[in-house]
């Protein structure tokens, strides 16, 4: 009788074993970070396994591991469990798009906290810009969007004040060099004109560290103002400055097709 009750929790821990994963997967699938967010987090030493730091090849059975990020224990939901979940936000300014802020900014995460699942942001818009933000907890969805050999198509309607000429423009559309790397060619027309400046209307197909701003700055004029108003086809339509909905599935699959 001992050795059938034996066999029978050896069994029993077979069942729920899983096949061993690499931790950035492991990460999103549980919805917290995207596969590159990830790897950033482990290589600044953020996440543990089983109380060890984790490195960047490590595997773990999300069944028997404790993964912890910054000190938290991460749960584990396998996706043929959960629905997936993407939403669209209009950001405030104001709000941060870190999971995690030591200066206790708000968070747009904030913004979004009734939707029902944990949810992260797809990119980024500065603390002082504003617009649409996506959200998901599908990280191959969020990494698909922001890898940098993949182009999705962003506009921003952006105030700025200074001498707004047709010398600007043609600079301001070239390949700027950015923190040292040329950038692909950037859309840019004039929307209205202002005494003291102009609202331009910049579509990019990179997503630099505030680019927008940094190009203003080589251009000599100054930033007032910051919204982005469409991803790929959609839009802030419908959605009022801090405002967020739930994207339908067509609109997720238009999102899909517009990466090149």
Known sequence: MVFIAF??????KVSTSMEKIRIQK??????MLSRRAAEAEIEAGHVTVNGRLAGLGDKIDPSRDVVAWKGQRLVFTPRSERERKYIAL?????FVCTLADEKGRRQV??????????????????????????????GEFANMMTHPRNHVSKVYHVRVRGEITDKTLELLSSPLMIDGKKIRP????VLEFYPDGATLEMTLYE????????????????????KRTAIGDLTLHGLKCGQWRYLDPQ??????????
């Open 7 to 12: 066999r029978a929790e050896n069994l029993k």
């Open 90 to 94: 209009y950001k405030p300014r104001g």
């Open 26 to 31: 492991f990460f999103s699938d549980c919805g």
């Open 207 to 226: 997503g630099r560290n505030r680019q927008i701003r940094k190009m203003c700055d080589i251009a000599r004029i100054g930033v007032v103002r910051l």
């Open 186 to 189: 950037v859309k840019v027309e």
């Open 251 to 260: 609109e997720v699959i238009s999102l899909k097709r517009a990466v090149k």
């Open 109 to 138: 995460t904030e913004l979004v906290a009734d939707a029902g699942s944990r949810v992260y942001p797809v990119g980024r818009l500065d603390m002082a810009s504003e617009g649409l933000l996506l959200l998901t907890d599908d």
